[in-house]
């Protein structure tokens, strides 16, 4: 089941104020994590073993028997071992020596905090506001996102890993998992992601949601005010 840990939600007083946005103030929001609070670059996984043009071909999003395919199954559930399995009886070996590659080095592609947004999570913690994590990731490579980030991740008050669930965006099923599982208002609650896919899902699922585009941009539509305004550019 997905992390959970307390969240206390209560405003303290001399706290960041919250101005006014296109969003009405949200009781909770809702981060994806790669590409929104954590840098994640598939291809640096494979850089070195393979040329640019054979890491290019393998990440193609239109390649029904590459990375997209592979990740696509990894998010809902299966492990490596059996995933790598399958595919080189399909596929043979010399296109699994790809996969076996990208799954030896998770933790190369993880790059960082996404500028700004280990700020923009305090900011909306000072004000009583929770912050939650819903993230399309495997079960067996979730302990290397831990080690790798557990700073941010440390931010937040509880995450949702589609991989240990079995259920992944967009579907349906795994927003009203982690409304449910956090006991969320969805009428109150902001769901961000990059994915415009996923952020169409979850205004179907009842939640209102914003393209992550940068931290200043989210900060702008959620209506919190940065101290100082110290914020980075667009």
Not at 12 to 29: A, L, Q, W
Not at 137 to 161: E, K, N, S, Y
Not at 172 to 181: N, Y
């Amino acid at each position: 089941m997905g992390i959970e840990t307390t969240n206390e939600g209560t405003p303290k007083s001399g706290n960041t104020p919250i101005e006014s946005s296109d969003i009405t103030t949200p009781t909770d929001v809702i981060f994806d994590l790669c590409g929104v609070l954590v840098g994640w670059q598939p291809r640096r996984a494979l850089e070195g073993p393979f040329t640019s043009e054979e890491i290019d071909d393998f990440l193609a999003p239109d390649d029904h028997c590459g990375f997209m395919y592979f990740d696509d199954l990894h998010d809902g559930g299966m492990d490596y071992a059996a995933l790598i399995d399958s595919y080189e009886r399909e596929y043979g070996a010399r296109l699994g020596l790809r996969m076996r590659a990208y799954a030896a080095n998770v933790d190369k592609t993880l790059t960082g905090a996404i500028p700004g947004m280990p700020e923009l999570l305090a900011d909306l913690k000072a004000v009583g506001i929770g912050v939650w994590g819903l993230t399309n990731w495997g079960h067996d490579t979730w302990p290397v996102m831990q080690h790798r980030m557990g700073a941010i991740l440390g931010m937040l008050d509880g995450i949702v890993v589609s991989g240990i669930e079995g259920v992944k965006k967009p579907e349906t099923a795994i927003f009203d998992l982690t409304v449910e599982r956090f006991g969320l208002n969805r009428s109150r609650t902001v769901f961000v992601d990059d994915s415009p896919y996923n952020v169409e899902a979850a205004e179907q699922a009842g939640l209102r949601a914003i393209r992550f585009e940068s931290a200043r941009q989210t900060r702008s539509r959620l209506g919190i005010a940065r101290p100082n305004d110290k914020q980075e550019s667009i």
